[in-house]
Every structure is written in structure tokens, then in C-alpha cells.
């Protein structure tokens, strides 16, 4: 449109650190972990960058830049020095874009539809919602027929038990429900090979944990494809492992081989309230997990046994998954995020592409031939209409907070409170963690 900006100016990563608030309000964030590069944790145990946390947004920006940068030379047929230099000039008005080649043409809505009235020579051209055009069934096309590959969503924060939408956090994804379609798939006999399509930052490291190894019992009956969406790092990346292909996006993160695990120390609050926390206990760790009090020196060491041994079991998955020492891992590990390409070239995933690529992979593996068309089976099943609305009745308050904070506050607003959240709004507490930075993105 003629009024439009193109927002076209490079890459930025923008970091929240909350330590000094927390000290602020007598919060203590007695949070561990393992990995040099695990910088999850950082948002609230630093008041800002640390050098290898510096290092790694760059490495993700640089690489993210390079991309749009050779994109937009092959579409809009230039080099890349001048994409370089374009971008530099950005943002554009519509009428600059226009002349530097960026858009083809500067019309509105109207405009567009006549063109295109135009060329199809079809004055009763007409126009579909995009919700309607969702709604339309692939089979009432003729089409989704054929053998059947199970294609499995695995969207959202990993967390134990069944899945669920959290108005800050949005989608989580359960490991009983994940686990449950896993098996269905599995189980089912007219179901040739399954992919696993994933769009996670991790979560816990025991729902990980739990998948991780129902997904592996499927493999034994299945080819197993993942397909990595915007997401697969930390505990998304960890129940990508089984799969006999990982299909990656040039742009997703992944990687993030790590783990950090603690608690927040919320007594500093009470007491500028002037409230006080007294407690009785049986058990030398009884009150290991206590808000009032950090860890001592005995729970730290309990701590990090802990992560330290899931790090471990962590790494040597990989290493047996990709084929490579646990050295060789823990040289690419140790919380490092990285870009689908990099993980390419670092042997962290096998191909690139999306869906189509992991489908049509998944179909070579079942011996199905390539041009034959296939029935894709979604789990979770989408839910009727009937339990849509009885969840939105068990959980009005929930859904009536979740639609004023998408209309009041902006999406910079809605990720700093959910970063002052805090992963305990999810995850209990003294949980191990296998998760990923928060990122602000431009």
C-alpha cells in the first residue's frame, strides 16, 4: 500500500535481565546450571550480558542476517553486496522500495484484486476468508488419501502431564498427551511411518525424558521423521533425537544442549511486607525446595549432582543419536543455541527444508513411492466442538485473562511479564530445566 513502511533494517536480539528488580524486591534466584553457554538462566541470576551469552545472540543474529540477506538476493535477482547495502538504507517508504527493485508494484487492496480480475480475464473473481478456507477438508477435495503417515504436533513448552494453553506462555504441551498420541500412532497398524513435528523451546527434563523414550519404542516400529519448526532447542531438541531423519528450517533454533535447575528465594518479599516464615521439618533435605532460605552448601552439591548427571545422559543421547563421541558433543554443547544451518553443519540435524521435506522423507522410508500421494493422521486428534466449549467453560477466568492481555498489553509488554513470571508458572519447583533463553527478536 501506497502509506506502508517496508521494515526492512537487519536483525536485532534484545535481552531482559532481571536481577536488579528481583534484588529490588528481596527475591534471590539461587538458579544452577550446566553449560558454559546455558543462558536461560541468566535473565534473572545477571543484570546483563555475560561474554558467552553476548557471543551466542551474535553468532544466531549473524547467521539469521546472512539468510534474509541471500534470500532477498535470489528473489529480487541481485547480489548480495547490494542487499547488504540496501538494507542498510532501510526502513523504506513504499515508493523508495519501489525503486530499489525491493517490491514490484505499490497498489491497494482493490487495485490488487482488479489486476488480478484482469489477467484472469474473470470479472466474477472472488475472494475466501482465510478461517473459511481453513476450514475446508482436504478429503472433501479429493485429496489426504492414500497409505497413512501419523504426523504428530508437538507445540509449546514441554511440562509433565497433560497438555494446555497458558494466556502468557501460550501453548504446553503435556508429556502424557504427547506420550498417548505417540502410542496411538505406534499402535496403529495401517500407520507406515510417523513424523514428529516440532515447535518447542524445551521444558522439563523429565517430560522430556518420558517422551524421549516412547518415541524410541516407536521407532522400532516406525520410521520416525522430525521436522523442526520455528523451535526444537533444549528439551525440544531432546525429544528430536530419535528421529531416524531431523529435518530442520535454515532460520529454527536448536541445539541448546544443557540444563539448569534451583529456585527463587521469595522470603526478601515477606519480610518487606513484614511477614515472617517459620517452618518445622523432618529430614536433613526436607526443606531443600524452600522459598524462605537458599540452598547450604550440602543442597548446592545435591544440585549440581543433579544436573551434572542429567547433562551427562544428555550429551551421550546425542552422541549415540548422531553418531559422534560425547567429546565430540559437549564441543557443540555445553547450552549453545544455533540456527538450523548451523546445526547442519555441525551434525545436529540431517536435512533442510519443512514439512513437505520431512513427509516426503517419511514416505522413502515406509518404501512408498514418491509421487503416490499419502493420508496425513494429525495427533492430537482436534478436539470437537462439544469439548472446545466445555473447556472454555471449565476455564472462562483463564480464557477472560488471556483475551484482556492480548488486548491491552502489547506482545513487548506480554513477554516481559511473563519473563517476571518466571518459569515456576509452569514447572514446579527445584525442577531440572532443559530450556531455552527468552529472546526478543526484531
Not at 518479599?269 to 518445622?280: D, F
Not at 498489553?409 to 513477554?415: I, N, Q, T, V
Amino acid at each position: 500500500m501506497p502509506a506502508t513502511t517496508l521494515d526492512l533494517a537487519g536483525v536485532a536480539t534484545y535481552q531482559l535481565f532481571l536481577r536488579g528488580t528481583l534484588d529490588k524486591i528481596g527475591v534471590y534466584p539461587d538458579i544452577h546450571h550446566v553449560g558454559e553457554f546455558k543462558a536461560a538462566p541468566n535473565s534473572y541470576t545477571e543484570t546483563g550480558y555475560t561474554s558467552a551469552h553476548r557471543a551466542m545472540d551474535e553468532w544466531l543474529n549473524r547467521d539469521l542476517y546472512d539468510q534474509i540477506v541471500k534470500g532477498i538476493a535470489e528473489g529480487r535477482k541481485k547480489s548480495e553486496a547490494d542487499v547488504r547495502a540496501l538494507i542498510d538504507r532501510g526502513p523504506f517508504l513504499a515508493q523508495d522500495a519501489l525503486r530499489a527493485g525491493l517490491v514490484d508494484e505499490v497498489l491497494y487492496e482493490d487495485q490488487v484484486a482488479e489486476r488480478m480480475r484482469d489477467e484472469e480475464a474473470d470479472d466474477d473473481l472472488d475472494t475466501i476468508d482465510g478461517d473459511d478456507y481453513g476450514r475446508v477438508s482436504a478429503a472433501s477435495l479429493g485429496l489426504n488419501r492414500g497409505p497413512r503417515i501419523a504426523v504428530i504436533y508437538a507445540v509449546g513448552a514441554i511440562v509433565s502431564g497433560q497438555s494446555g494453553y497458558d494466556p502468557l506462555n501460550g501453548a504446553a504441551v503435556g508429556s502424557d498427551t504427547l506420550i498417548e498420541s505417540i502410542r496411538d500412532a505406534r499402535e496403529d497398524s495401517s500407520v507406515r511411518a510417523i513424523v514428529l513435528r516440532v515447535d518447542s523451546p524445551g521444558g522439563s527434563a523429565t517430560a522430556s525424558d518420558a517422551v524421549w523414550r516412547e518415541l524410541m519404542l516407536a521407532r522400532e516400529k516406525r520410521p520416525l521423521i522430525v521436522s523442526m519448526s520455528d523451535l526444537a532447542a533444549s528439551g525440544g531438541y531432546y525429544i528430536a533425537m530419535p528421529g531416524q531423519v531431523i529435518v530442520a528450517q535454515p532460520s529454527t533454533l536448536t541445539g541448546s544442549i544443557g540444563i539448569f535447575g534451583g529456585k527463587f528465594m521469595t522470603g526478601g518479599v515477606y519480610k518487606k511486607l513484614g511477614a515472617n516464615i517459620e517452618s518445622t521439618s523432618i529430614g536433613k533435605h526436607a526443606e531443600m525446595n524452600s522459598a524462605a532460605r537458599p540452598y547450604n552448601a550440602d543442597e548446592v552439591k545435591k544440585v549440581r549432582e543433579q544436573l551434572e548427571s542429567f547433562y551427562k545422559q544428555f550429551v551421550g543421547k546425542v552422541a549415540d543419536a548422531r553418531g559422534k563421541t560425547p567429546e565430540q558433543i559437549d564441543a557443540i554443547a555445553q547450552g549453545r543455541v544455533w540456527t538450523g544451518q548451523q546445526a547442519l553443519h555441525n551434525g545436529l540435524v540431517d536435512a533442510l527444508g519443512g514439512l513437505g521435506k520431512a513427509i516426503e522423507i517419511a514416505k522413502e522410508k515406509a518404501g512408498i513411492d514418491a509421487d503416490d500421494e499419502v493420508q496425513l493422521v494429525v495427533y492430537p486428534e482436534p478436539k470437537s466442538f462439544y469439548e472446545l466449549v466445555s473447556e472454555f467453560s471449565g476455564a472462562r477466568g483463564g480464557a477472560a485473562g488471556g483475551a484482556w492481555l492480548l488486548s491491552n498489553l502489547s506482545a513487548g509488554e506480554r513477554d516481559a511479564l511473563r519473563m517476571l513470571r518466571g518459569p515456576g508458572a509452569l514447572f514446579r519447583r527445584g525442577e531440572l530445566l532443559a530450556l531455552m533463553p527468552f529472546t526478543f527478536l526484531r
